[in-house]
């Protein structure tokens, strides 16, 4: 006769560590991260539901962002706010990808974000096919690693806005 089962703890206690998700402090951006995840959920479907489950909520923003859709007063427009950071040891600022959806298309974007007290302050990149937009993320990513407070941070954002402005004035 066999014993009645009021548990299977299998899953719990045949524990593997090759199967553990992606650990976001082991990549050096964003998009690393989110390709290993992607591979992951790929080959660990069963897990995605208990991983997703165990992940702690953000505590490091300090207004409450979410994820559900919000109505800009001034367009039509949605958006959504991810709240990923792209340099997770940088709790002051960081870089964020983000969509835009207008007339039912994603239009994806990078902006630079940091905390001042308790506001939010956030500045536009670009559109992430903007090979441009593709370097200004990186330089804003490299100054961050480097130490670079918020205040430079967004003064160089502005020489490259100024930069801009000078050359369309000449045309």
């Known amino acids: 006769m066999n014993q009645l089962t009021l548990f299977n703890l299998d899953n719990y206690t045949n524990y593997n560590p090759a199967t553990e998700p992606p650990d976001p402090d082991d990549y050096f951006n964003q998009e690393q991260y989110d390709a290993a995840w992607a591979d992951w959920e790929k080959k660990y479907p069963e897990l995605v539901a208990d ?4 992940s ?12 559900t859709t919000k109505k800009r007063a001034n367009t039509n427009n949605l958006v959504k706010f991810p ?20 007339s039912g298309n994603k239009y994806w974007y990078w902006r ?7 506001k939010l302050h956030r500045r536009y990149i ?4 903007s090979p441009k937009a593709r370097d200004r993320k ?10 670079r ?9 502005k020489q490259w806005r100024d ?9």
């Open 51 to 54: 991983a997703v489950a165990m």
């Open 138 to 147: 990186l330089a804003i990513e490299e100054a961050i690693n480097f130490g």
């Open 112 to 118: 630079y974000m940091w905390m001042e007290g308790r």
């Open 83 to 102: 709240t990923k950071k792209s340099a997770p040891q940088h709790d002051n600022h960081w870089v964020e990808k983000y969509w835009v959806e207008r």
């Open 149 to 157: 407070s918020p205040k430079e941070i967004e003064k160089l954002i």
């Open 126 to 129: 670009g559109s992430i096919t």
């Open 56 to 67: 702690p909520p953000c505590e490091s923003v300090g207004e409450q962002v979410t994820l």
């Open 163 to 171: 930069v801009h402005s000078v050359k369309h004035s000449q045309q």
